[in-house]
């Protein structure tokens, strides 16, 4: 089946703009993810949902980050009056039920804010 | 609290050469194992997993051991390739309770095979 796919794949935004990344899960993943991944970095933790509920946000960087999953599928990772510094590779990932705890990943949003 | 540190690159090989990257996490819970491989342009992809001490992951060629004792995930492949040349992740997953369900990345490490 189609994996994680994610949209736009480059992003190129003015300072101070809002932006909105799309992520959409394979099907029937209940768990998605968010991270980001600044240049030459590992991703790191931004967010965390079970079907539409968000769990964990401990990794959103301020409050201009806002992630939404209102059906239990898509999501949305909204970044408000974007700063120079929010310019990084943006993942999602989602993971099957059960036990085998494999996040498989999205190819990513590039984000460019200047 | 939770990470991974690995070793850091850019490691540069002959074709054919051995490969290992060093990957040591710290010893919080029972972490499962993880080595991610991005290849150029594109997104992560999962090379090769271990879910408890002593476990081997194995694919195309790479391996990996859960050792617990020397709380290490390191990463070896006998004869490496061009097509290898890539940044090579290594990540943990915890259960332990709280918020234990995302994972936790090394840095990565380059690694370009030359002809």
């Known amino acids: 089946g189609a994996g994680v796919s994610q949209s736009p794949r480059y992003k190129v935004a003015k300072r101070g703009q809002d932006v909105a990344l799309r992520c959409d899960p394979i099907s029937g993943h209940v768990s998605l993810f968010w991270y980001q991944q600044a240049l030459g970095q590992g991703p790191e933790f931004l967010t965390y949902f079970q079907n539409e509920a968000q769990l964990d946000k401990s990794g959103l960087p301020s409050d201009r980050f806002f992630a939404e999953r209102p059906e239990g599928s898509v999501s949305t990772l909204k970044i408000q009056r974007t700063q120079q510094e929010d310019s990084a590779v943006y993942l999602c990932a989602s993971r099957s039920p059960g036990f085998d705890n494999e996040q498989f990943f999205g190819p990513g949003t590039r984000l460019t804010v200047l | 609290g939770n990470s991974v540190t690995q070793m850091e690159g850019p490691v540069t090989l002959s074709e054919e050469a051995f490969l290992t990257i060093n990957c040591t996490y710290t010893a919080t819970g029972y972490p499962s194992l993880f080595w991610y491989v991005q290849y150029p342009g594109e997104g992560l992809q999962l090379l090769l997993k271990?879910?408890?001490?002593?476990d081997k992951g194995s694919n195309k060629g790479f391996e990996a051991t859960y050792r617990k004792e020397t709380t290490s995930f390191h990463l070896e492949k006998g004869s490496v390739q061009v097509s290898d040349s890539a940044v090579y992740f290594c990540a943990r997953f915890s259960w332990s309770g709280g918020s234990n369900y995302k994972l936790t990345f090394g840095k990565g490490t380059l690694l370009t095979v030359n002809p």
């Open positions: 271990a879910t408890k001490a002593d």
